[in-house]
């Protein structure tokens, strides 16, 4: 059965870093400039799916984000994002195309939502990812304000969030 280790940048070791941004960039939705530098720095926890033998199959973090992100984020969707009701993000959430359809996203994610502890988390996911969409929901996060075009992808992308408990 797959387990999840889930953590602060520093407690995991530079070549587990290494498989970490290189899923992140295969997923292809993240500015590729400087992420290894944004894991470590703006990484609250970073989450590793690994099948029993130690094969990785997915990873996906919890982070605290660039105001100038969160700005942007907000005005594309039209929603208020304020650092005192939404501090974290949620994302970098990559499964291994041979690992998908095992409802292992919630696993994964789940930990890296109890890292939050009741803050509030934001999250965005393009408007067909309808695998994410389920998880997100039954993480308590709840799609908001309108959906909008980035320059990472050719789909829209949509905002969820999840409030302060
Ligand atoms: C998004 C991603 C992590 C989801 O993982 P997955 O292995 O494909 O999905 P899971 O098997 O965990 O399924 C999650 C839920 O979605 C449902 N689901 C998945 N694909 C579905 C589909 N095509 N139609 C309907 N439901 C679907 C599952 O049934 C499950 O719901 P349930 O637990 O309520 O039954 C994975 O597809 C991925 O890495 N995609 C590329 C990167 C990406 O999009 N990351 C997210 C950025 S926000």
Same mark, same amino acid.
């Given at each position: 059965m797959p387990e999840v280790c889930a953590g602060? +940048?520093? $407690?995991? $070791? +530079?070549?587990?870093? @290494? @498989?970490?941004?290189?899923l992140v960039q295969a997923g292809g939705e993240v500015e590729p400039e400087r992420l290894r530098n944004r894991v470590m720095t703006r990484g609250v926890s970073l989450g590793f799916l690994r099948e029993s033998t130690g094969c990785l199959l997915g990873? =996906?973090?919890l982070k605290?984000?660039?105001v100038s992100h969160r700005k942007q984020v907000a005005t594309d969707s039209a929603t208020a994002l304020a650092e005192g009701d939404f501090p974290y993000e949620l994302g970098w959430v990559f499964v291994l195309?041979?690992?998908? =359809?095992?409802? &292992?996203s919630f696993p994964l994610c789940e930990p890296l939502v109890t890292q939050a502890a009741g803050k509030g988390i934001f999250a965005t996911s393009r408007i067909g990812n309808i695998g994410m969409h389920a998880t997100?929901?039954? &993480? =308590?996060?709840v799609r908001t304000g309108k959906a909008w075009r980035s320059k990472q992808n $050719?789909?829209?992308?949509? &905002?969820? &969030?999840?409030?302060a408990v």
């Open positions: 602060e +940048p520093t $407690q995991f $070791q +530079p070549v587990e870093i @290494d @498989d970490f941004v290189a990873v =996906g973090g605290a984000p660039f195309p041979s690992a998908r =359809g095992r409802k &292992l997100l929901k039954k &993480l =308590g996060f $050719q789909e829209e992308l949509v &905002l969820f &969030l999840k409030k």
